[in-house]
């Protein structure tokens, strides 16, 4: 059982906008603005998407960002294309013993 | 330009000690505010961390794994290793390492991954 919770599986049709959500606890996600999100399609490694919960890596898309609320952070991807069909990961930094839990992940679906 | 590969023994028996070694350019581990840390993906299954050294021989574990991890670096050849002791079927997975800047206590870049099978 991973430490962040995400729904196993989100959908959307290309154009539209999803969003996934992380919810993990006060000693992690809600103690800290260091909320990431990575992509990862099937057979390669992850992509990291976003850092400190809303910024963007160079070269990443401006359709996608991100927002937390107390314990619980959100991935948002716009203008969905059928490229952005993958696993979606979020990871928050926990503290100087525990650094990283990651949530169980969810897979996009792209109709 | 920061790249990462890891390699290692694809099969161990159970009981037995994995070592997986990174090895990277584009960035160095002498250089205050860098780290490499380990994170592993079962088939099928969540991203899971495991280890991180920074510049400055910092190192922490996973408090569910800690018993069983080391990590070390070697500065001159660009290296980060991981040891694992007592490998068990269920630790079979794909083992990447990743890029790790202090300063936004996140995992950048990653490598390819190797596939690691625990087996008899």
């Known amino acids: 059982q991973s430490a962040l919770t995400q729904p196993a599986s989100v959908s959307g049709s290309p154009g539209q906008s999803i969003t996934i959500s992380c919810t993990g606890t006060s000693s992690d996600v809600g103690s800290y603005n260091l909320v990431s999100w990575y992509q990862q399609h099937p057979g390669k490694a992850p992509k990291l998407m976003i850092y400190e919960v809303s910024k963007r890596p160079s070269g990443v898309s401006n359709r996608f960002s991100g927002s937390k609320s107390g314990n619980t952070a959100s991935l948002t991807i716009s203008g969905l294309q059928a490229e952005d069909e993958a696993d979606y990961y979020c990871c928050s930094y926990a503290g100087s013993s525990t650094i990283w839990v990651f949530g169980g992940g969810t897979k996009l679906t792209v109709l | 330009q920061i790249t990462l590969k890891e390699s290692g023994p694809t099969l161990v028996k159970p009981t037995q000690t994995l070592t997986l070694t990174c090895t990277f350019s584009?960035?160095?581990?002498?250089?205050?505010?860098?780290?490499v840390g380990w994170i592993r993906q079962p088939p099928g299954k969540a991203l899971e961390w495991l280890a991180l050294?920074?510049?400055?021989?910092?190192?922490r574990y996973s408090p569910s794994l800690k018993s069983r991890l080391t990590i070390t670096k070697d500065t001159s050849k660009n290296q980060v290793v991981l040891t694992m002791t007592n490998m068990d079927p269920v630790d079979t997975a794909t083992y990447y390492c990743?890029?790790?800047?202090?300063?936004?206590?996140?995992?950048?870049?990653w490598g390819q991954g190797t596939l690691v099978t625990v087996s008899s």
């Open positions: 584009g960035f160095s581990l002498s250089t205050s505010g860098v780290g």
């Open positions: 990743a890029h790790a800047p202090y300063d936004h206590l996140t995992l950048d870049y």
């Open positions: 050294i920074y510049w400055d021989d910092d190192k």
